[in-house]
């Protein structure tokens, strides 16, 4: 059984950074890309950034992208966001998952989500 365990986040003010893990058990991390989706107070989750599985290569949403940087440690099973400059806007609580792409978008794979971690930008 998959677990996903997300840590790091906290209240930060504006342009502050914080640095984001999800340490991922019960599957073969290396296999699975994977990505980092946030969920704000009564809006939608939405994917921030994704990682192959290998580790070369990345993508971001375009709100992130510049400031937010996605990586992976196969080695300890773990996942990571480092997030700079961070804005108001970016208050949610932040999820992990391995993705999959098809019809043009990326999936969330696991059934399973974790509790999350939830980071709080403001003065």
């Known amino acids: 059984e998959v677990q996903l365990v997300e840590s790091g986040g906290g209240l930060v003010q504006p342009g502050g950074s914080l640095r984001l893990s999800c340490i991922v058990s019960g599957v073969s991390f290396e296999l699975y890309g994977m990505s980092w989706f946030r969920q704000a107070a009564g809006q939608q989750r939405e994917l921030v950034a994704q990682?192959?599985?290998?580790?070369?290569?990345?993508t971001y949403a375009a709100a992130v992208k510049g400031r937010f940087t996605i990586s992976r440690d196969n080695t300890r099973n773990t996942l990571f966001l480092q997030m700079n400059n961070l804005k108001p806007e970016g208050t949610a609580n932040y999820y992990c998952?391995?993705?999959?792409?098809?019809?043009?978008?990326?999936?969330?794979?696991?059934?399973?989500w974790g509790q999350g971690t939830q980071v709080t930008v403001s003065s």
């Open positions: 998952n391995a993705v999959d792409f098809y019809d043009g978008n990326y999936h969330p794979r696991f059934a399973a």
């Open positions: 990682i192959r599985s290998t580790g070369d290569s990345t």
